[in-house]
């Protein structure tokens, strides 16, 4: 089974932590090391506006 997932953001105080957003519906913090974990998408994250594409 392949996983989907999206980069919505990154980590505020470490900039190499990525945000993103599964196909299953919930967020986890990608690492430069390639570990996945589930995260809560808090103020500690900055998520990327995607409204902007629509311009």
Do not use: C, K, S
């Amino acid at each position: 089974m392949t996983n989907v997932f999206a980069v919505i953001g990154q980590h505020r105080a470490e900039p190499d932590r990525l945000l993103l957003l599964g196909d299953d519906g919930r967020y986890y913090a990608y690492t430069p090391d390639g570990q996945l974990t589930l995260a809560d998408p808090a103020d500690a994250w900055a998520i990327d506006d995607d409204d902007d594409d629509d311009e």
